[in-house]
């Protein structure tokens, strides 16, 4: 639906008693009909158009700036391709694995549009695609989604729950720049050296240098941040050696924090003695000193105390690092390889030895040696992770446990793989764009449970059931016409009024900028927010929704995480989930007049061509004979209720929620 036909919902509903072909649906729901179309129309009094309300302009939207694939390296793409294929059914030979039948146009289609842009296509693009005789057809959809803003949503996504990317990073600060500096990294395809160099050395304001949120998120825990980052950047799992030496691996705890040593010094807040930030002394002292000589009763002043203090918080969590924070060991280390509470230099796990270089941060050093192409598992990491992203399975399980022994499904491909990633510069579209015109990857999915204990040699991708994320984007195609019309407010739209000079503001101004954040933000986000919603559900992409969302959604139900921990989505199933489905908001507004599937089925001029409407939007293919056969049945038997009760059945089958 549009805004305008949310906010217009009056229609009819295409659901009522189900019948004997229609087992899946589980409810007796409201029938109403559909208009007669062959009725005579009736004559009415003419009457004046009242004059046409305008409407007010929305807020601005944050809008990214996607960057296409480029043309002349499609041949190059395309030979890499090969060369994995290659690679991949000699494996075949190896182990006696049958490959799975190639996919038919509509099997591709569906999965590409899920794997890219995180949705199922439109019934127009369906129709399109599936009536295309053109050879390379396939390719040009490949690039054509990678170049869309599908790509920045759908990967967003799964970054975010890599990330634990949430919108208040910590008690004071928000983090819609880095969420939309994400975004735009992702959409501009900015190489992932790049990227995870900026996460690690950013520093400053949030608002200045968005990519400080990453070291926001874990304020106040430097050797926590040190485990996550070797975890999600590095392929590998110290933690345990926090606290004592692995007991699987081989990492000592001093080595732990020796790592921990490039990281430790760095703050996510600026002390109010910094004379680099404030030259005129602690403005914390100040401010607080003038706010109690503000003209206030004694109830106001009470009220509004915790406020002022945390505007003063936000404007001085400023990403900095301190040269003479030193790590020491803790108190109880137990090993004689050191002394407790000694000091801890700077040293590398793994890989060449930094060597610091004049006027280099150990941050900048650590930075530096991570991302560097002769980083031993920097490159393999995302290569095996962005293969687990196409195949549903990595080649190296579980993708953030590398160990020295650890060895590749088929380590020839695994080489192979990490060198092309290299060649690329890091650059992900590109190297997605060669795993998604692969033959292995366009083999229909397969169906058979691998456990992650047993190698599995891609016969094809791994069948999957559908992120929280793609259900919900999934869905909200089926019911509204422009589903990406949405977009979340600019970050800068906060920042310019909680950003406040510390050095010169007074008390009032502070605590007036508090209140005029509050007031703006509030009315403009009603404001955007208004004309996309339906019984209290914002109807937009799940990369526009709070991150994360609260538990009650469809989207915590399904499984997003609520980002504590590094990759906690599930793709479990559960009994609330069923219950979603068949009685949820989400799922009863695409049977109301104006969603997109009404809309689709309305224009339809025949039976048959509706129910092929109804297959072509929800499952991206036509009706076999039976089910068009069953399907005629129930609409003739039940009128437009009968509609209803097959949209029902072909959302709550496998086939709908699951990747083939």
């Known amino acids: 639906m549009s805004g305008e036909q949310v906010r217009n919902r009056a229609g009819f509903a295409w659901f009522g008693k189900l019948s004997a072909s229609c087992l899946v649906v589980l409810a007796i729901l409201v029938v109403t009909s559909l208009p007669d179309s062959e009725a005579a129309p009736r004559r009415k009094p003419v009457r004046k158009k009242p004059a046409e309300k305008k409407e007010e302009p929305l807020p601005p939207r944050f809008m990214v700036k996607s960057k296409p694939v480029d043309p002349v390296k499609q041949a190059s793409a395309l030979r890499s391709a090969e060369e994995i294929d290659r690679l991949v059914e000699a494996n075949y030979k190896k182990y006696n694995v049958k490959p799975n039948p190639m996919t038919d146009d509509a099997q591709f289609l569906r999965r590409i549009y899920l794997d890219i842009t995180g949705t199922i296509p439109t ?83 949030i608002w200045e240098n968005p990519a400080t949120g990453y070291m926001q998120r874990d304020s106040g825990m430097p050797l926590d941040n040190m485990n996550n980052t070797v975890r999600i950047f590095l392929g590998t799992r110290i933690g345990c050696a926090q606290c004592h030496d692995h007991p699987f691996d081989r990492w000592k705890q001093k080595e732990f924090y020796e790592m921990a040593a490039f990281t430790f010094g760095t703050s996510t807040r600026a002390s109010g003695g910094d004379k680099r930030y404030y030259m005129d002394g602690d403005p914390n002292r100040r401010l607080r000193k003038e706010y109690q000589d503000l003209d206030q009763d004694e109830k106001d002043r009470r009220r509004n105390q915790g406020r002022f203090n945390r505007m003063i918080r936000v404007n001085m969590m400023v990403v900095n690092d301190q040269a003479n924070r030193k790590i020491r ?149 089926l019911a509204v016409v422009k589903p990406e019309e949405y977009r979340e407010l600019p970050a800068e739209m906060e920042t310019e009024i909680i950003s406040v000079d510390l050095n010169k503001a007074s008390a009032r101004e502070v605590l007036d900028a508090d209140e005029q954040k509050r007031e703006e933000i509030d009315r403009t986000r009603y404001k955007r927010e208004k004309k996309y919603k339906y019984k209290g559900q914002l109807l937009a992409r799940a990369s526009e929704l709070p991150s994360p969302v609260s538990p ?25 989930q069923v219950l979603f489905m068949f009685n949820g908001p989400v799922t009863h507004m695409m049977l109301e007049k104006g969603s997109t599937i009404y809309n689709n089925v309305i224009e339809s001029k025949s039976l048959k061509e509706g129910i092929e409407v109804v297959f072509m939007t929800i499952l991206n293919r036509y009706p076999d004979s039976d089910e068009l056969k069953l399907a005629m049945e129930e609409i003739e038997t039940n009128g437009a209720a009968g509609y209803g009760n097959v949209i029902w059945a072909l959302v709550n089958t496998r086939e709908f929620l699951f990747i083939q």
């Open 123 to 205: 019934y127009r693009e369906t129709k399109y695609f599936l009536a295309s005789r053109h050879p390379e057809k396939r390719q040009r959809l490949i690039d054509r989604l990678l170049d869309s803003d599908g790509y920045a949503s759908h990967y967003y996504n799964y970054w975010a729950d890599v990330l634990r990317y949430t919108d208040r990073l910590n008690n004071n600060v928000d983090g819609a720049p880095y969420r939309q500096w994400i975004k735009q990294s992702l959409a501009e395809n900015k190489p992932w050296d790049k990227m995870v160099s900026e996460m690690i050395t950013a520093e400053g304001l």
């Open 329 to 477: 060991l803790p108190h109880d280390y137990a090993y004689s390889d050191a002394k407790p509470q000694s000091v801890v230099e700077p040293k590398t796990i793994f890989g060449e030895a930094v060597v610091m270089k004049p006027g280099e941060t150990p941050r900048e050093a650590f930075a530096r040696w991570m991302v560097s192409k002769n980083n031993p598992r920097f490159a393999k990491t995302i290569a095996n992770r962005l293969w687990k992203q196409a195949f549903g399975r990595g080649q190296i399980e579980p993708v953030d446990d590398m160990m020295d022994d650890t060895v590749a499904e088929n380590p020839e491909l695994m080489k192979h793989l990490e060198a092309e990633i290299k060649r690329l510069n890091f650059d992900m579209k590109e190297y997605l764009r060669i795993l998604y015109n692969t033959k292995t990857y366009q083999r229909q999915a397969s169906t058979e449970d691998v456990p992650l204990s047993e190698y599995y040699h891609f016969p094809g991708p791994v069948l999957r059931r559908m992120t929280a994320e793609q259900a919900w984007d999934s869905f909200l195609t």
């Open 552 to 576: 009650s959604h469809f989207l915590r139900t399904f499984g997003q995480s609520d980002r504590e921990l590094i990759s906690a989505s599930s793709d479990s199933g559960s009994v609330p």
